[in-house]
């Protein structure tokens, strides 16, 4: 299966270049979807997404959280 492009919600996008979310401090989850989601731009809980990945090779649903390292 081919990756496609990061998809960031139309909140998640306006929080991030606002300023609410703090990318170098703020916690983040990141989930892996299949190309079947309904993940688009209006979408607004994460509990209206369809076909996260399965769990397989290290990888648990309900994403993983992750900390950016700004260098």
Do not use: P, Q
């Not at 990061?6 to 609410?20: A, E, H, V």
């Amino acid at each position: 299966m081919a990756a496609g492009a990061w998809t960031f919600t139309n909140g998640g996008r306006t929080k991030l270049l606002d300023g609410t979310f703090d990318i170098d401090s703020d916690s983040w989850k990141m989930a892996l979807f299949l190309s079947t989601s309904n993940i688009g731009a209006a979408s607004t809980t994460y509990a209206g997404l369809t076909n996260e990945h399965a769990n397989a090779n290290g990888y648990t649903t309900g994403g993983k959280a992750i900390t950016l390292t700004l260098a």
